[in-house]
């Protein structure tokens, strides 16, 4: 479009004052940009000021004034505006520095109104650059949702994307579906007093689903590969226990991949079909909801309890369906093991958690509501009951029969327990009818892929390394996300979980799905760039195939073909841009943000040429933690380094090396990349973008060696976005380092 801009400058909220605002209207004008300056930009004087020269034809608003992450509404002048915003109250006036021996008022004074000009100048040179997004659309969009898994969390998703008006279809690989809850001789108390059993509710909810007409059941039958993306997968399906293909774990080709999509690959000899519009049988999916739960834990390696040789040892799963047939007669007195003791004496099964205790609990009740003079006995190392589950656990402990005490089991020999290491300070062994060990919850996909996809990066999602078989997600921000968009998970895969909670995470589960196919429809992102209309455009002419943008890129939203040149899937893309930090061509980007955008930026910074006491770090903060933190920080007054000059980064994946070089080949005397952290305790919001940074920075240190500069010059770290009180030491402790190197020698040049 034919840009008519109009740039604005807000005096309010202190910027007058600790500012030159003539410098900052003068800054603009150095990029051909008039500059309109106004004490309260985001008062209705404000914005009438700024409606006014858009109905005289200004479609490009350029706003300097606070950070963009606040008045979003403000200054919001629709979808057909570019708006770009301008940080001067955060990014100079509130995170100045005081006065001091080092700098006085005036001095000050000085170093903010550069420090706020270089802001206005990167601003008007980021609105010269963007462009309106254009979304992309897909034709023949499907809205009918897949739920792989009929258990209480796959049924919950179906009734509930139902009840909004969505088409669901359950695949369930036994012959009917319930799942576990179908064995079940009782369940948890879901209400006050949390003191009684309660009958199990998993018919109703069987019953509810087979008689919505939203909701199609197909039972027998397992996925053996989904292709596509959100709001255009194409399900293969076969027969349980079947074996297609697909089956070997080889990587998906492309031919292969254009099959699927188009529908024609199919193999009656398997009993494999592929359901797409094509077909009048069946349909594609706009989404995939992951409901397949778990399988117990494997207990027989721990010889000393007996599971396997012992007749008297079974699990608590096996104690269950004993309990749902009625075969508790005859038991008098039952051991329930929560630990495997011996030499780990403080640990737990794998896969214990906070659920199998409170099964201990509710089969320990069994054995007394079955025999009023029966004895139960549970010997723990840790006992988990959350929430309301713990008036639960208080009303056994009451119970005169049911002995509860933290125990070391050492042997199970025939019916006898031995335990020691007791509460009671003494060694106990008890004699019982039988012994039953709390065995944990493993996921499905701990052993097998379960989602089958048909992408470049494999079948599965299991590639984090932090969760243990636990389809991954964003532990920390986006719980059912997994790193395959469109596909949500809940229940006993993504987290071991009692019945309310799997009711809870798969209805979450469910508005994640659509949620995806709405935003697809809208040709927009999902988390965490919802709404963003933006997506990677390649400019395939000058593609070298080195395949990196589709083995960096963290969500598998780009293929390839046989040559390696990449096949995007736009609506499988989270906008991270990691892709475009990875290409060595420059050839990816997007509309509003991409390597010339920020190469300009870059070079609309002022770089002092002789000025010892006015060096330039550059720093690139990524917008979910790093960049929120440094606004946090000013708006606690923290003073903020005023040699630095911050631009918000999509991700830390997004950078491309090419805007450090050049940086420091400009003159610039430092390049720091300030992200989020990433690790067994924490996250990138990207999941593998600030990781993938710190990989890339490792390695431009020869880059710099070549040009005659110091490695140190380049640096990264990892803040999170409570860090505030911290972020400016470790931005001081930086800017110090680069102090001590001195000026960039390419100053001038």
Same mark, same amino acid.
């Given at each position: ?158 009734? %509930?994307?139902?009840? #909004?008006?969505?088409?669901? =279809?359950?695949?369930?690989? +036994? &012959? ?5 809850? *179908? /064995? ?98 069946? %349909?594609?999916?706009? #989404?995939?909801?992951?409901? =397949?739960?778990?399988?117990? +834990? &494997? ?5 000393? *309890? /007996? ?113 020691? &290491? ?5 060694? *106990? ?321």
């Amino acid at each position: 479009m034919s840009k008519v801009f109009g740039t604005y400058i807000c005096s309010g909220c202190g910027i007058g004052d600790a500012v030159d605002m003539d410098a900052l209207v003068a800054s603009a004008s150095s990029l051909g940009v008039a500059a309109k300056t106004h004490e309260a930009l985001c008062s209705a004087s404000g914005r009438s000021t700024i409606q006014s020269d858009i109905d005289g034809g200004v479609n490009t608003v350029v706003v300097c004034a606070c950070s963009p992450r606040v008045m979003q509404e403000e200054f919001n002048f629709g979808d057909d505006k570019i708006t770009v915003r301008g940080n001067i109250r955060e990014g100079a006036v509130w995170g100045a520095e005081k006065p001091s021996e080092k700098r006085d008022a005036a001095a000050v004074k000085e170093f903010t109104t550069e420090q706020a000009a270089d802001n206005v100048r990167m601003a008007c040179a980021e609105a010269k650059k963007t462009e309106l997004p254009d979304p992309f659309k897909l034709e023949n969009i499907s809205k009918s949702i897949l739920v792989m898994g009929g258990g209480i969390a796959g049924l919950t998703a179906a009734i %509930e994307a139902a009840k #909004a008006g969505y088409k669901v =279809t359950i695949i369930e690989k +036994a &012959d009917q579906v319930g799942g576990k809850a *179908l /064995g079940w001789a009782k369940q948890f108390p879901t209400k006050a007093p949390y003191a009684e059993l309660e009958a199990p509710t998993i018919g109703a909810m069987v019953a509810a689903v087979e008689g919505n007409a939203n909701i199609t059941i197909k039972t027998g039958a397992e996925v053996a590969r989904i292709g596509g993306a959100p709001g255009n997968f194409s399900v293969t399906l076969k027969p349980t226990g079947a074996k297609s293909e697909w089956d070997a774990p080889a990587k998906v080709g492309v031919d292969e991949q254009d099959r699927i999509d188009k529908g024609t690959m199919e193999n009656p000899n398997l009993g494999l079909k592929v359901y797409t519009e094509e077909n009048p049988d069946a %349909e594609k999916f706009g #989404a995939v909801i992951l409901a =397949t739960g778990w399988v117990p +834990a &494997d207990v027989s390696e721990y010889a000393h *309890l /007996g599971h396997g040789t012992n007749d008297k040892v079974v699990t608590n799963a096996q104690f269950e369906k004993m309990a749902k047939e009625g075969k508790l007669a005859g038991m008098n007195s039952v051991a329930f093991i929560m630990s495997p003791g011996g030499e780990e004496h403080d640990m737990d099964f794998p896969y214990a958690n906070s659920v199998t205790s409170m099964v201990a609990l509710k089969q320990a009740k069994y054995v007394r509501e079955n025999n009023a003079d029966a004895k139960a006995y549970i010997l723990y190392q840790h006992m988990r009951t959350p929430g309301h589950m713990e008036l639960f656990y208080k009303g056994v402990q009451q119970d005169d029969g049911i002995f509860l005490t933290k125990a070391t089991v050492t042997g199970v020999e025939g019916g006898t327990v031995k335990a020691k &290491d007791t509460l009671l300070g003494e060694d *106990l062994e008890i004699d019982v009818d039988l012994v039953v060990l709390a065995a944990g919850m493993v996921p499905t996909t701990k052993h097998e892929s379960s989602i089958n996809l048909a992408y470049r990066q494999g079948p599965a999602f299991l590639d984090l390394g932090l969760f243990d078989g636990y389809a991954d997600s964003h532990f920390i921000c986006f719980p059912y996300e997994t790193r395959r968009t469109g596909v949500y998970t809940c229940g006993g895969v993504r987290k071991a979980m009692n019945m309310e909670e799997t009711i809870d995470d798969a209805t979450g589960a469910a508005l994640k799905a659509i949620q995806a196919m709405e935003s697809s429809d809208r040709g927009v992102a999902v988390h965490p760039r919802s709404g963003d209309a933006t997506y990677p455009e390649f400019f395939m002419q000058r593609c070298t195939q080195c395949k990196r943008c589709t083995e960096e890129c963290p969500f598998g939203a780009l293929d390839d073909d046989a040559k390696g040149t990449p096949l995007p899937n736009p609506t499988r893309c989270r906008r991270c841009g990691t892709c475009m930090g990875a290409c060595p061509e420059r050839i990816i980007g997007f509309k509003n943000y991409n390597i010339d955008l920020i190469g300009s930026m870059i070079k609309a910074i002022d770089v002092p040429e002789e000025d010892d006491d006015k060096l330039r770090i550059l720093v690139f903060a990524c917008e979910n933690d790093a960049y929120p933190t440094l606004d946090m920080a000013a708006m606690r007054k923290h003073s903020l380094n005023s040699l630095i000059r911050v631009i918000p980064v999509r991700c830390l994946g997004s950078v491309n090396m090419a805007w450090i070089r050049d940086a420091l080949s400009a003159g610039m005397d430092g390049a720091l990349l300030l992200g989020c952290k990433y690790g067994d305790d924490y996250q990138c919001h990207f999941v593998k973008g600030s990781e993938i940074a710190d990989k890339r920075m490792q390695n431009i240190g020869d880059t710099l060696s070549t040009l005659g500069l110091e490695p140190e010059r380049c640096g990264v770290r990892q803040v999170a976005i409570s860090d505030y009180n911290k972020v400016p030491e470790i931005i001081e402790e930086f800017v110090q380092e680069i102090l001590e190197l001195g000026p960039n020698p390419f100053k001038g040049f």
